[in-house]
């Protein structure tokens, strides 16, 4: 595997489930990203992690609760979620921002719809 | 803080025409611009990026874009476009110093491309 990839890439649950998305990126970087895809609105950063350390949460419920075991591997974990949480959830990693090499690489999405 | 504005939300060129995407940036120093295309399902792909230098970019694709300081712009041309082209573009303006890794993405242009 090359790139950025996410697991599941398409996910539906209910309300009260619980589940995880993944990330992982295979390009050396340090750094790693979610963000949130909806319609009509625009990119939002939800959560940055740098050399395994959150540095951002973009005021995000806590409903939505990452992971970031190294700097390879990235999780979302969701539960009691809203039907207004359906979205494609994003995965990104850079290496660091002041580096002419720098540029986030997106994973392919994860699809999520809750209902 | 940091903004970008797309004003266009939808485009539509015939295939063979040319095509110019716009991008207008807010940011208290000096810049890094980007942009990016998603097509239907996708993440986002890389087409371009500035840092510094000469101020017409070249990317992948056959895109270009140039750097006009005095108008906080960065708009996106292609001489000719093909139908592979139809997408979502996204324009992004992002950190220029370590430890601050926020990319600010616009709205994002839908372009249609018609035979």
């Known amino acids: 595997e090359t790139g950025v990839t996410q697991t599941p890439r398409h996910l539906v649950m209910g309300m009260t489930n619980k589940k995880s998305l993944k990330c992982e990126q295979h390009?050396?970087?340090?750094?790693m990203y979610w963000y949130k895809q909806s319609a009509k609105k625009p990119l939002e950063l939800m959560f940055v992690?740098?050399?395994?350390?959150?540095?951002e949460n973009n005021s995000v419920p806590s409903r939505f609760s990452p992971e970031c075991p190294n700097s390879s591997h990235l999780f979302l974990h969701l539960h009691t979620l809203q039907p207004e949480d359906s979205a494609l959830y994003l995965c990104?990693?850079?290496?660091?921002?002041?580096?002419?090499?720098?540029?986030?690489?997106f994973g392919p999405g994860t699809r999520l719809t809750v209902t | 803080a940091q903004s970008v504005t797309q004003p266009d939300i939808h485009i539509t060129v015939s295939e063979g025409a040319s095509l110019e995407l716009r991008c207008n940036y807010s940011y208290g120093a000096t810049p890094y611009l980007f942009w990016y295309v998603q097509s239907p399902g996708q993440g986002l792909q890389l087409l371009l990026k500035?840092?510094?230098?000469?101020?017409l970019v070249q990317g992948i694709k056959g895109f270009e874009a140039e750097f006009k300081r005095s108008q906080s712009s960065f708009n996106l041309r292609k001489p000719s476009v093909h139908w592979s082209d139809a997408a979502e573009y996204f324009c992004a303006v992002g950190p220029s110093n370590f430890g601050n890794e926020k990319l600010t993405f616009g709205t994002g242009t839908r372009l249609t491309i018609i035979p």
């Open positions: 500035y840092f510094s230098g000469d101020t």
């Open positions: 990104a990693s850079s290496s660091n921002p002041g580096a002419s090499s720098y540029e986030q690489y």
């Open positions: 992690y740098n050399f395994k350390e959150q540095t």
């Open positions: 390009l050396g970087h340090n750094a």
